[in-house]
């Protein structure tokens, strides 16, 4: 087939679309679907800006997986972190001064709230191994990894928007 | 195509390993077949096309890990690195596996990449690979013929080629079970720490007490193939793990290799450098075992 | 309690919530109606060669592709994608021998990545399957890749003004004897009782921003040729295209989008003219262009690598006689800065301490390699990693302590800086050294790694820097602020000042609303939008908290001698009595006798007539500040970096453990982004120092053209940070600070190199310091560490 009719759920809302074969998903979220927040790096894996998170906790480079091989899954990205607001992860990159640029903080938000799903209460080793998928050539880390520090502190044991979720699908479908 | 735009394939996503080796069957090498992608997605943007791309995202039960003290450790051909890393028996029986998983890639690849795809790619730089020629282990190919093992030390034949038929897929990895006093470690050496390896050592030691039986050496980025040490090995077999020992060992590992320069280091360097990191992997095996 | 009420504190960044919350606010996030795709085809195969067959015929057959452009189908006029040549008048410029060198598409390839022809297309997709089907026949000719090839007789000259390929050397009628410096170096150099000298090699750097680049043009429905460009400098890259493209700036409109990271990749323009010529060809529709990540080590411009000889002498007391130096800068295949960083990198030699004699010669010099421009640095890095070295295997020789030795004799107050003439109006580091000396425990650990033992060896090092806050007087510093006061007293500024995501919109927002006297949330910055902006040269050499900041002052400075004017008609009291205090002025002896600012402005734009009196209530006229500055000065910062680390010297594998950064930073005013460029600049230091090059092969075509093998630090590699700002305020910056975009990168190369020395007795020539090269040192240096 060169062509797939999938149900895709990203930040909540179940989504049935058809997809050309050979998209990936980073394209399906920015081109098809209009959801540009995450973004283009490198397209090869190496730099995470295109991380999103699936099934809730881990972490996916975008860019590297084929939508039409996505069916029945779901996505997470940065602008999905909290359904209302920002996610404590958000925050403190705010909080922190963890944003320059912001090309490689959706993908950083993204990947640091999979951490902290995964691993509520990580030691700084482990926050800096776990973001070494993500590449940052502005803030030289330190003050990302200040920012998931922040965020384990306040981080809620189930941060998940799954809750309104069902309300959304529910007006999406009615 | 570019890291943009893949180039044009069919797709088929069969529902059941059957139906796999059925398509695999009739398609042959026209076919790749498609698991985390995280090689085959970056090739297809550089340089490399397929009429047909068999995804197995639809394919049940094959993403297990079982480990049987006496048979081993089960790896469906669907379970990712993430699974490995995740999973208390390969860190606590098989370390040497668990330390290429800990540095493999990155997170977000290790949710994807399977470790049947990162041996079935066989590169010589592949960590994982390493490791597991380290350990010992069979891959299990299927078709409409039925299933077969292979050792993997017979499983990679050339550079960037293997044992897999066209009409086979790879449906488990089974690695050695340990003994009672096995111990295993893995190293790798590279630029930056997010990165390919430039030279990757792996080494598993039975050991009864201060004797090791026997040893199994693999090396990577160092040939066309990620390579097993005989003489090396045989150095190690019966003796005891002393400093004199280990000095002959540095001498031996790099007649037993043939690096070239590229991108990630020179042939000098990793000639250099060989010998210390198998002398260092030895004392952690050995460790290890106790 | 601080004196100021947003200033010297860390607010949130203005641009952060949009950040976390993946807005779509780069260039290539915008989607317009009736969108097309452009696709610029560049020649990967060679990196010189001639263009004999262009054929578009195979890809025009694609359907949904629209036209394919070649070089006779856009204009011939030539440019440079460097902004210098904007900078310095046309006198200065000829004197210089700057050249506008490059086309939109070209038929002779200096470089891989040139330029070739582009494809407008109805998808992106469409436009890269009919970029492949473009048919283009080569002619190969000579590649050469270093300044000593392209200066030998014989090889292609690839501009004919420039022989032997030497695109620039200090020229003498505004350098004597094509050197920069002071007194006779080569007399005083008599003096020296020992003398240190040897050739360097520093590397080719790339920025690796995260954003690739993408832009979007658009003649539109009034014939306006609009581009959304992500360009450092949109006032210059306004005034280029519309000179470019032979239209009035009027008819030129440039839409700044956010930046995702400069670092002097975006400085002057890339792909904007081949973005414009593409929509030019296609009146009305927007055209969309977007680079791929492996093309940006071929398309921007890197750091100028190159072959620097130093020689330094010293009397046996430590006093430095002479300093002598040359750099032979590889400026790649087009001009762009050929003039710009062979100068800088020895006007910074020059600004660091008190030689005796100095004498600099800087040269460029063309090869098939990708353009070298600017990086964040700017010559400075290449300076430190020589100097530093070189100073410190000296101080070996002559057995005096690394840090004591700088103490005493950098330059300081009084000195002449960089550009001489201009001194030194404040200078901190003194006190930063000894700071930092003490938070890496320089004496303890100096003294521990004397008597160490084992393969695993450590070494400390110590590096400092100088550098400036705008390039006044060499080149135009000059930025335009105009304030508008609403009617309900808040105000919106409006400056071209662009932000890499350093932060300068967050700090210029809170230089404004300090100033005003107001909130940050009652202050807008207008920004981006070349219609609205009066000029502003751009984000580079550390100017735009000082420069911008400066020049908002002055507008605000002009609000409130506005509002102290009609606040003394409406309170009838003398100017001199009033206190302004931000949202309300009153009388300093009656402050009951007050007026609000609000007030002022609001009666200023609705100015009723009174029924009763007849007259109006207020002073009339809505209020606008405006200031057209010219920087009066340069005002330095100063920097020390400290940096400890382990090498395991039986595999060359160096471990950085802690990196100490010390700076004189005039005042803070944003203490976390301040430590954000400390620390973010060390990142790219490191890299410098340790990992970080473009290879080429024998062809010239780069090697390591992806993320997959140009390595940088990342999150775990990273050392311990420590980062000290050391406040004195500067009697001419913003609230007295002084600039801190470059100077984080800078020192740390000279502080690892120094630490390697430290630990292993050898000094490395060539950066980046690869375990490769010290493994092989320490083999061929005979050296047991057991």
Redesign the interface.
Not at chain 3, 207 to 212: D, G, I, L, N, Y
Not at chain 3, 650 to 653: A, F, L
């Given at each position: 087939m060169k062509e797939r009719a999938i149900e895709l759920t990203v930040n909540g809302i179940a989504l049935n679309i058809t997809v050309p074969v050979h998209q990936t998903l980073l394209d399906t979220l920015r081109e098809q679907l209009g959801f540009t927040d995450t973004k283009y790096g490198c397209g090869t894996g190496e730099c995470g800006a295109c991380s999103v998170i699936i099934d809730d906790h881990e972490s996916l480079c975008s860019c590297m997986a084929l939508a039409s091989t996505l069916n029945g899954r779901s996505i997470t990205t940065a602008a999905g972190l909290a359904s209302n607001g920002l996610n404590a992860v958000q925050q403190a990159f705010i909080d922190q001064t963890a944003v320059q640029c912001g090309y490689c903080t959706p993908g950083m938000v993204v990947k640091s709230t999979s951490l902290l799903r995964k691993n509520p209460n990580p030691s700084e080793e482990e926050i800096r191994k776990e973001l070494e998928g993500n590449i940052c050539r502005c803030t030289g880390y330190d003050s990302i990894v200040k920012a998931v520090q922040q965020a384990a502190q306040s981080f809620p044991e189930s941060d998940t928007q799954w809750d309104n979720a069902v309300e959304l699908k529910a007006g999406a479908n009615s | 195509m570019s890291s943009r735009i893949l180039p044009n394939f069919d797709l088929l996503v069969p529902n059941s390993t059957s139906e796999a080796v059925n398509l695999l069957a009739h398609y042959q090498e026209r076919a790749a077949i498609l698991a985390g992608g995280t090689d085959l997605i970056v090739a297809m943007k550089m340089n490399y096309e397929s009429e047909i791309l068999i995804s197995v995202s639809e394919l049940d039960g094959l993403d297990y890990i079982d480990f049987d003290p006496s048979s081993g450790l089960h790896i469906g051909a669907k379970a990712t690195v993430s699974q490995i890393l995740d999973n208390a028996e390969v860190k606590q029986y098989y370390p040497a596996l668990w330390q290429a998983a800990n540095v493999f890639a990155t997170p977000q690849i290790r949710t994807a990449a399977t470790l049947a795809g990162n041996v079935l790619r066989g590169s010589p730089a592949g960590d994982c690979s390493c490791a597991l020629l380290a350990l010992g282990a069979r891959i299990v190919l299927q078709s409409t013929e039925g299933k077969r093992e292979v050792a993997i030390e017979d499983f990679w034949t050339g550079y960037n080629q293997n044992a897999r038929q066209s009409n086979e897929l790879a449906i488990e990895i089974i690695v050695d079970a340990p003994q009672s006093a096995t111990g295993s470690a893995f190293h790798r050496m590279t630029r930056v720490n997010e990165d390919l390896a430039k030279l990757n050592g792996s080494v598993r030691l039975d050991m009864d007490g201060k004797i090791c039986k026997s040893a199994r050496i693999a090396m990577g980025c160092v040939g066309p193939t990620t390579l097993r040490l005989p003489k090396t090995e045989k150095l190690l077999q019966n003796e005891e793990i002393t400093p004199e020992l280990l000095a002959h060992v540095t001498d031996m590992v790099p007649t037993e290799i043939s690096p070239i320069d590229d991108k990630r280091s020179t042939a000098e360097y990793r000639l250099m450098v060989s010998g210390v990191v198998i002398k260092r992997l030895i004392e952690q095996a050995a460790t290890a075992a106790n | 309690m601080s004196q100021f009420s947003v200033i010297g504190k860390?607010v949130?960044?203005v641009?952060?919530?949009?950040?976390?919350?993946?807005?779509?606010?780069?260039a290539?996030?915008l989607?317009m109606q009736g969108m097309l795709y452009g696709k610029i085809v560049r020649c990967m195969e060679f990196a010189h060669a001639k263009v004999i067959k262009l054929d578009f015929s195979e890809a025009l057959k694609i359907p949904g592709v629209v036209k394919v452009l070649g070089p006779e189908d856009v204009t011939q006029t030539t440019y440079n994608t460097g902004a210098c040549d904007e900078m310095v008048s046309d006198k200065v410029g000829h004197l210089l021998g700057d050249l506008k060198d490059q086309t939109i598409f070209t038929d002779h390839v200096r470089h891989q990545g040139d330029a070739i022809c582009g494809v407008i297309a109805i998808s992106?997709?469409i436009a890269?399957?009919a970029a492949?089907k473009v048919i283009v026949e080569y002619e190969p000719l000579q590649v050469f890749m270093t300044p000593s090839e392209a200066e030998k007789p014989g090889t292609h000259q690839l501009h004919p003004d420039k022989a032997n390929n030497m695109a620039f050397q200090l020229p003498e009628a505004m350098f004597p004897g094509n050197s920069y410096g002071w007194g006779d170096a080569d007399e005083a150099m008599k003096e020296a009782d020992i003398i240190v000298e040897d050739d360097f090699y520093v590397n080719k750097q790339k920025?690796?921003?995260?954003?690739?680049h993408a832009y979007i043009a658009q003649v539109d429905g009034r014939g306006r040729l609009n581009c959304w460009s992500s360009g450092q400098m949109p006032k210059i890259t306004h005034q280029k295209i519309a000179r470019l493209f032979d239209m009035p700036m009027s008819m030129v409109k440039i839409h700044s989008t956010?930046?995702?990271?400069?670092?002097g990749a975006r400085l002057g323009i890339i792909a904007e003219p081949e973005t414009c010529a593409l929509a030019m060809a296609v009146p009305g529709r927007p055209v969309k262009v977007?680079t791929?990540?492996?093309e940006d080590w071929i398309i921007s411009e890197s750091r100028h690598a190159g072959d620097y000889w130093m020689r330094l002498g010293f009397k046996k007391d430590g006093t430095p006689v002479a300093c002598q130096a040359r750099f032979k800068a590889n400026t790649g295949a087009y001009f762009t800065h050929a003039s710009g960083v062979p100068f800088t990198t020895g006007a910074w030699l020059s600004g660091m301490y008190k030689f005796g004699a100095l004498g600099y010669q800087g040269e460029s010099y063309f090869s098939n390699q990708a353009p070298a421009g600017a990086y964040r640095g700017y010559g400075n890095p290449q300076t430190n990693f020589v100097l530093e070295q070189l100073i410190d295997r000296a101080l070996t020789q002559l057995d005096i302590d690394p840090v004591q030795w700088r103490l005493d004799w950098h330059k300081g107050v009084g000195d002449d800086g960089w550009c001489f003439g201009v001194k030194y109006p404040s200078c901190q580091l003194s006190e930063c050294l000894k700071q930092g000396a003490e938070a890496i425990e320089w004496n303890k650990k100096l003294a521990e790694f004397k008597t160490q033992t084992g393969t695993k060896r450590r070494g400390v090092g110590v590096s400092v820097m100088n550098h400036t806050s705008g390039a006044m007087p060499m080149l135009l510093e000059h930025t335009v602020t105009t304030v508008m006061m609403n009617e309900d007293g808040s105000a919106v500024v409006a400056t071209a000042c662009s932000d890499?995501?350093?932060?300068s919109h967050t700090v210029l927002h809170q230089i404004a609303a300090e100033a005003l006297g107001l909130d940050m949330n009652e202050v807008t910055l207008k920004t981006g939008d070349s219609d609205a902006n009066g000029f502003d040269i751009g984000s580079h050499a550390s100017r735009t908290t000082y420069v911008g900041g400066n020049s908002i002052l002055e507008a605000c400075d002009d609000i409130k001698k506005q509002l102290l004017e009609r606040a003394s008609k409406h309170l009838d009291t003398a100017v001199e009595n009033l206190e302004f205090g931000g949202k309300t002025i009153f009388a300093k002896h009656n402050p009951e006798n007050s007026i609000t600012t609000a007030e002022i402005c609001r009666l200023g734009v609705y100015n009723y007539m009174d029924p009763e009196t007849g007259e109006p209530e207020g002073a009339p006229g809505q209020i606008f500040g405006f200031s057209s500055h010219f920087a009066k000065h340069n005002s330095p910062p100063f920097g020390a970096c400290f940096v400890e680390l382990e090498i395991d010297t039986?595999?060359?594998?160096i471990e950085l453990l802690e990196l100490v950064h010390t700076h004189d930073i005039g005042r803070t005013l944003?203490p976390?982004?301040a430590?954000?460029q400390m620390?973010?600049?060390?990142?790219?230091g490191i890299g410098m120092a340790l990992?970080e090059e473009i290879?080429y092969d024998e062809q010239g075509r780069a090697?390591?053209s992806?993320?997959?093998?140009y390595?940088?630090?990342?999150?775990?590699?990273?050392p311990k940070?420590k980062v000290i700002l050391v406040e004195d305020p500067d009697p001419h910056g913003p609230y007295g600070a002084k600039s801190v975009g470059e100077a984080g990168l800078t020192s740390p190369v000279g502080a690892i190199a120094n630490a390697v020395y430290n630990a292993l007795g050898i000094q490395f020539k060539e950066a980046p310091i690869?375990?490769?090269k010290v493994?092989?040192a320490i083999?061929e240096n005979g050296l047991n560490f057991a």
């Open positions: - | - | 860390s949130p960044k641009d952060a919530y949009e950040k976390v919350t993946g807005q779509p606010i780069y290539a996030d989607k992106e997709e890269e399957r492949a920025q690796c921003q995260m954003e690739p956010t930046i995702g990271g400069g670092f977007q791929l990540r492996e890499l995501g350093q932060g039986e595999t060359g594998e944003h976390a982004m430590e954000g620390v973010g600049g060390a990142q790219q990992t290879y090697v390591n992806s993320f997959t093998d390595k940088m630090y990342g999150s775990s590699d990273m940070m690869t375990p490769e493994l092989k083999k």
